[in-house]
Antibody, heavy 122, light 106 residues
Framework: EVQLVESGGVLVRRGGSLRLSCAAS????????MNWVRQAPGKGLEWISY????????YYADSVKGRFTVSRDNAKNLLYLQLNSLRAEDTAMYFC???????????????WGRGTLVTVSS | EIVMTQSPATLSVSPGERATLSCRAGQSISNNLAWYQQRPGQPPRLLIH???TRATGITARFSGSGSGTEFTLTISSLQSEDVGIYYC?????????FGQGTKVEL
C-alpha cells in the first residue's frame, strides 16, 4: 500500500525557517517524481514544487521561488521541503503528492499524504 | 499560468440525483485534465485523469468528459459519501494549476 506521511509543520514566526519531511513507503520511491502542494485554511489547492526521481529537474511556483527548496534522499525514501523567509500567506496545510507517471513526468498526482500544518505568525 | 475556472461554486443535489460540475481552462489543454475529490478533513483523491479515464478503484458513478477548454465531471447518482469539494487540475505543462473547487452538498 502506498503511504506518504508528512511531518515538520509547526507554528513559526514571520521571517523564520523550517523543514518539512515526507516519508514514503509501499512503492519504489526512487522511480517517481514527487510534488508539494499546499492548501491555505478554507482555500483551494496550490501546487508549489516538483522534483524528478533523480533530482535532476526541479520546478517551483512563482509564489515560493527563491524562498523554498525541495530535495530528496532516495536511500531513505524521504522528500523534503525547506521553507525560508516565511510570510503570513505561507500558512497552509502542506501535502506531498506522488507524480502519477513511473519514471516520466505526468504533472498530476495519484497519491497524497494527509498533510502537515505550517502556521506563520506575525 | 493557465487559469482554471470551476462552476458552480456550490452544488446542492438530492441523494440519487445526477450532479454535473464544470471546469473551463484559460487556454486549450487538450485532454490534460484531472479531477480530485476532497472529503472534509481528508487529502484530495484522484478521480479522473486524461479528462475521462477513471483512476484505479474509482466507481463508475464518476465520469469525465471534454477536451480543449471545456470539461465536465458527472456523478451519476449522488451518494452521501460523495459530499465534499471537487477540484479540476490542468497538467498541460510543468506548472500545474487547480480550479477553485466546487462544493457538493446534499
Amino acid at each position: 500500500e502506498v503511504q506518504l506521511v508528512e511531518s515538520g509543520g509547526v507554528l513559526v514566526r514571520r521571517g523564520g525557517s523550517l523543514r518539512l519531511s515526507c516519508a514514503a513507503s509501499g512503492f519504489t520511491f526512487s522511480s517517481y517524481s514527487m510534488n508539494w502542494v499546499r492548501q491555505a485554511p478554507g482555500k483551494g489547492l496550490e501546487w508549489i514544487s516538483y522534483i524528478t526521481s533523480g533530482s535532476t529537474t526541479i520546478y517551483y511556483a512563482d509564489s515560493v521561488k527563491g524562498r523554498f527548496t525541495v530535495s530528496r534522499d532516495n536511500a531513505k525514501n524521504l522528500l523534503y521541503l525547506q521553507l525560508n523567509s516565511l510570510r503570513a500567506e505561507d500558512t497552509a496545510m502542506y501535502f506531498c503528492a506522488r507524480d502519477a507517471s513511473y519514471f516520466s513526468a505526468a504533472y498530476y498526482f495519484d497519491y497524497w499524504g494527509r498533510g502537515t500544518l505550517v502556521t506563520v505568525s506575525s | 499560468e493557465i487559469v482554471m475556472t470551476q462552476s458552480p461554486a456550490t452544488l446542492s443535489v438530492s441523494p440519487g440525483e445526477r450532479a454535473t460540475l464544470s471546469c473551463r481552462a484559460g487556454q486549450s489543454i487538450s485532454n490534460n485534465l484531472a479531477w480530485y475529490q476532497q472529503r472534509p478533513g481528508q487529502p484530495p483523491r484522484l478521480l479522473i485523469h486524461g479528462a475521462s479515464t477513471r483512476a484505479t478503484g474509482i466507481t463508475a458513478r464518476f465520469s469525465g468528459s471534454g477536451s480543449g477548454t471545456e470539461f465536465t465531471l458527472t456523478i451519476s447518482s449522488l451518494q452521501s459519501e460523495d459530499v465534499g469539494i471537487y477540484y479540476c487540475q490542468q497538467y498541460n505543462n510543468w506548472r500545474p494549476s487547480f480550479g477553485q473547487g466546487t462544493k457538493v452538498e446534499l
